[in-house]
């Protein structure tokens, strides 16, 4: 474990109290924890040996304090180290959930001081299934900022538009959570990029729909429309597609596999 000083080596003492699941986060502020500590609260949220520690240890949970103390601190500049630790560290002892959970919210917390990190960390197009997951969470932060902060809305569909233009270069997944995002705030802008992705099968249709559904959504076609061009068979009586029953929702629904009802979040699985 790395040396810690000062007021950031109180973190590793709090352990889950404040509860460390109760959405009233500590005021890390009220510890004496200033932007001068950012370097540090980074270097113990990126912090190996403390992802690996038992849970039952108190510095087991100081990676998340350093989470929220970021947010808190609105340090732009940890959201990169922050997704990249998702990728390195987001298969041990479940570490995932928490990431899924929380870096959302630090995201949206930091705001508008979050975005360009969030920008360079989709722009490098990484393909591996650890990115992915990060990527997940990169675009439900976007999303969730823009809805928050309607001013940065332009500036977050920009984003979505421009990774949508490498959609070769992206898991489609990936590209279909952008699509989402994009459809959510019926950005019709985005409507050409949006059909050459999916005319390059780069977009999976099960996270927000095919392209027939994404025009009924943006209103550049009817479903009268859709199914006179696509010599589309009404289903029989009783039945429902699910791609076009189901409203893009943001990311209330994760991809990453669902949480056993035993494992809420005030507890981190440790094998």
Known sequence: MKNYSGAVAQLLTLGSDPPIASEDWADYAALGITAVDIPSLIDMATDADLYLSEQTAPEGWATVHAWRALAQLKAGEAVEPLLQAYEQFGEQNDWWEWFSDQLPEVLLLMGKAAIPGIRDHLSRRSQSKEAEYSEFVAVEALEDIATAHPDLKTQCIEICIEELQYASKHDPAVNGFLVGVLTSFKAVEAASVIER???????????????????VELGLKSWAEVRSQSGFVEPARGFRSPARSTEFKGFSQKLSNPKPPS?????????
């Open 263 to 271: 494992q809420g979040k005030n507890r981190k699985k440790k094998k």
């Open 197 to 215: 992705a999916f005319a390059g099968g780069y977009v999976d249709p099960s996270i927000s729909g095919d392209w027939d559904d994404i025009q």
